[in-house]
């Protein structure tokens, strides 16, 4: 039997939910040595934000959130380090996925729904940061052809794009 999924866009009932995920989140990239958020980073008030610009989406399963993926038009002060092919982009930030589920494709999904969303609304590309440490992140977006474009320095971020 498949499971009812579904990604859609968030809703204010649905911040605490993604708050707690982000904290499960950060708590397994500590554990497995990989320090990309710190502190309380991303909250409650990031999501809030995401939220307001209609950026933020959330990835249910079977009434549960499994996952959360924030898609803004391209505004990043840091973006302009380095040599973009594009200039029409959406960005994709804070995308999380349950540890659990993390390896069977959710992130995968998550990725290819910004990039419909990206194609439908005219936009030339997609693109992402991560920290340099983050290999399963850096994995996926290249097993989807994105391209590494440089390091970020004022954030310490590889920076990829993916040309639509």
Do not use: C
Not at 76 to 101: Q, S
Request: aromatic content about 10%; cysteine-free.
């Amino acid at each position: 039997m498949e499971l009812r999924k579904l990604i859609k866009l968030a809703v204010k009932d649905d911040l605490g939910k993604i708050a707690d995920l982000a904290k499960v989140v950060r708590e397994d990239m500590i554990l497995n040595g990989l320090n990309q958020w710190l502190g309380n980073y991303p909250g409650y008030d990031n999501f809030y934000q995401d939220l307001t610009s209609n950026g933020l989406f959330v990835y249910w399963q079977e009434n549960v959130v499994i996952g959360s993926v924030t898609i803004l038009v391209e505004n990043e002060v840091a973006y302009k380090e380095v040599l973009w092919e594009t200039k029409k982009a959406l960005v994709v930030h804070r995308i999380l996925v349950d540890p659990k589920l993390q390896g069977h494709g959710y992130g995968k999904e998550l990725l290819n729904y910004a990039i419909k969303m990206a194609i439908d609304q005219g936009f030339e590309a997609i693109k992402i940061d991560t920290h340099p440490d983050n290999l399963k992140m850096q994995k996926m977006l290249k097993s989807l052809g994105f391209l590494y474009r440089g390091y970020l320095a004022s954030i310490n971020r590889l920076a990829f794009e993916l040309v639509l």
